[in-house]
């Protein structure tokens, strides 16, 4: 059976958000492709059931279905904007009941199933903003990767009567109205915001509760940083960081005039509700009280019931799940699929509904192993490689990104690279270091003021215990990541000659800069990088480079700027260092994930390309 090829990126069919039927007969979830001639991504809204196979619904995403199982809202694109959908599950065709200016959110039903809630972007004074006029700029917010420029903008609740379309906006004021809950009678909802005067000074996050045609009420203290909030059943459901965003995000339960409790998971783990590159999904009942989250566990994002019970098998990673009539349906991935929908009861065997692994390739698995690093600290590493391929042979280190993500050994569709490289007779050395997720909130805030100062090193000792073990050739090495990956791999070739090829992708090379240009910029400054900021750049080393670097960047990229590329591009070109900038148009921070087809392809080739020119011997 033939390897995966880098033309396979245009086959990957991956499903997401789950959303499974009040009576737990059905998911609804959306199915994202790639069409190739058009040279972008398509989501659609899949159905799968047990004894039935998997079928389109319709163009779009985030489907829910109605308290009484009989209508599915969704998002769908009209006039470019997403306005929400309802479709008959008896038949009939989606028919749009917003045309909110900026598009709307995802679809939350009332208990009753009259009303849909969501937040949708809102422009100064109700209008889209122009986008030549001027921009005035008082406040850090002003951008964010993906969106650009804010202009202004906001996002506010509405609701909308499901028989008449009249909708009605809730909230209003210069802030971010997270996604709504709504409360068991259907008179409030509840939501996250920061409406603090200096909030672009300061991260927070407050849960509040708020009445059509009353002022919000907030609820939580200025200890907790909440990123989300569910109504679940008389209690709130609460995600947070307690005293600050860094360190693991916890749950919490409020009664609405009470004091928040935290939820004893037992796990000394960080919370995972999902979102781009980070798997997971909203905490749910299962039943009564049985409180059903994510937590990312040594790579894997599992899914629990407190106080700690796991309810999947190990090996797969958990991104979507929903609870409805005693069972669970959720999205997983493994080393061998991008993802599949799974439908069961808690503790029971699942049942896998649907089959969108890419077909007709013999895939690599990687190994899980432990490496030491000088200081004694054991660090986990994914590798994968051909055991048939010769010894010791051309070693490739991916540098994950965050600081706090993670590798899994679980297939993605963006690091397709992996396994082509393998097929070639390399391996690749997937590393969670100091500041991963999935190994307790001590490591995982442990290169907090630190950042390379504390896990560099980690990289450098797996890769010398791959040469020890006769695996890496030490003549044939090269270090490759994304984002923090980027700036890691900067980072390490400003401390070390040994590798002989370097690919940052969507870099950081100057701390100060970052400060003053990340859409993040601030809370880095003030939560991850304290106060030498000189010491943990890469450009203050980078006389000491010598690597021949390739520098991947999108265009558009407001987390870590195409700046940060530039100053890395002149520092090596002016000291003759063999160097390449590759800027991908209109391209974000996200765009090795969910970017243009043709620019995930090219990133994925141009690495290829690159160790193939600058690693001598390395099979081709
Ligand atoms: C810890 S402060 C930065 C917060 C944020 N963390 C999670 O994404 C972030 O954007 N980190 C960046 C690096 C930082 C700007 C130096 C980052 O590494 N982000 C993600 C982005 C991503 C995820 C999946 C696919 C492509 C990019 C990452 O690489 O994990």
């Known amino acids: 059976m033939p390897r995966l090829t880098l033309d396979d990126l245009y086959r990957f069919a991956v499903p997401a958000d789950p959303s499974l039927r009040p009576d737990g007969g059905a998911v609804a979830y959306t199915l994202t492709t790639v069409d190739r001639d058009a040279d972008e991504n398509r989501t659609e809204v899949w159905l799968a059931a047990p004894g039935a196979a998997p079928r389109r619904l319709a163009g779009g995403s985030a489907a829910r279905w109605s308290p009484d199982g009989r209508t599915l809202a969704f998002l ?18 989606p028919v749009a009941i917003t045309s909110a200016a900026l598009g709307a959110g995802a679809p939350r039903w009332s208990p009753d199933g009259t009303r849909i809630a969501f937040s949708a972007p809102v422009g100064p004074g109700g209008r889209a903003p122009d986008a030549d006029a001027p921009v005035v700029i008082d406040r850090l917010e002003y951008k964010a990767d993906g969106t650009g420029l804010l202009r202004g903008m906001g996002a506010h609740l509405f609701v909308v009567d499901v028989a008449s379309g009249e909708t009605a906006q809730v909230t209003e004021g210069g802030f971010f109205a997270g996604e709504p809950s709504w409360s068991p009678d259907g008179t409030r909802l509840a939501f996250v915001a920061d409406m603090e005067d200096e909030r672009d000074l300061e991260t927070g996050g407050a849960v509040h509760t708020v009445a059509p045609g009353e002022q919000p009420r907030r609820l939580t203290g200025p200890d907790l940083v909440c990123t989300g909030v569910w109504w679940e059943g008389e209690r709130l459901v609460v995600t947070a960081t307690k005293g600050g965003p860094a360190g693991h995000v916890r749950l919490f339960t409020l009664t609405p005039g009470g004091v928040p409790e935290e939820v004893e998971t037992g796990l000394d783990r960080n919370v995972m509700t999902g979102a781009p590159g980070y798997p997971g999904a909203a905490p749910a009942l299962l039943t009564g009280d049985d409180l059903m989250f994510c937590v990312r566990d040594r790579g894997c994002t599992h899914l629990y019931r407190a106080p700690g019970e796991r309810l999947v098998p190990e090996e797969t990673s958990v991104s979507g799940a929903s609870a409805a009539a005693g069972r669970i349906a959720y999205v997983a991935a493994t080393s061998h699929s991008a993802g599949d929908v799974y439908l069961g009861r808690p503790g029971e065997t699942p049942e896998r509904l649907t089959d969108h692994a890419l077909d007709g390739v013999e895939l690599f698995t990687p190994a899980r192993r432990m490496f030491t690093a000088p200081d004694g600290t054991q660090v986990e590493g994914f590798v994968l490689r051909d055991e048939n391929a ?62 390379g ?103 558009s990229d407001d987390r870590c700027p195409v700046g940060q590329s530039e100053q890395w591009f002149a520092a090596l070109r002016e000291r003759r260092v063999p160097v390449r900038l590759v800027r991908y148009p209109g391209a974000s921070h996200l765009f090795i994930l969910n970017g243009r087809p043709s620019h995930r392809h090219d990133y994925n080739e141009r690495i290829i390309a690159w160790l193939e020119q600058w690693v001598s011997g390395s099979p081709s």
């Open 453 to 555: 100062l504390a896990d560099g090193q980690d990289f450098l000792a797996a890769v010398d215990t791959l040469v020890e073990e006769n695996v890496a050739d030490p003549g044939r090495l090269a270090v490759t990541g994304y984002s923090y990956g980027g700036y890691m791999t900067c980072w390490l070739t400003g401390h070390t000659g040994r590798f002989k090829a370097a690919i940052p992708g969507g870099c950081v090379s100057d701390l100060s800069s970052m400060a003053g240009t990340s859409d993040l910029g601030r809370l880095m400054k003030v939560h991850e990088w304290g106060g030498d900021l000189a010491a943990q750049s890469p450009i203050t080393y980078v006389s000491e480079v010598t690597t021949p670097t390739l520098l991947l960047h999108g265009e």
């Open 76 to 93: 769908r694109p009209v006039d470019g904007r997403p306005q929400i959908n309802l479709l008959p599950m008896d038949g009939g065709e």
């Open 390 to 451: 010769a010894t010791p042979g051309p070693l490739l280190l991916d540098v994950h990104g965050g600081p706090h993500n993670a590798w899994a050994p679980v297939l993605d569709g963006f690091h397709l690279y992996h396994q082509v490289l393998a097929a070639k007779g390399w391996t690749v050395l997937a590393l969670n270091p100091r500041a991963s997720d999935g190994y307790g909130e001590d490591f995982y805030t442990a290169a907090v003021g630190a950042w």
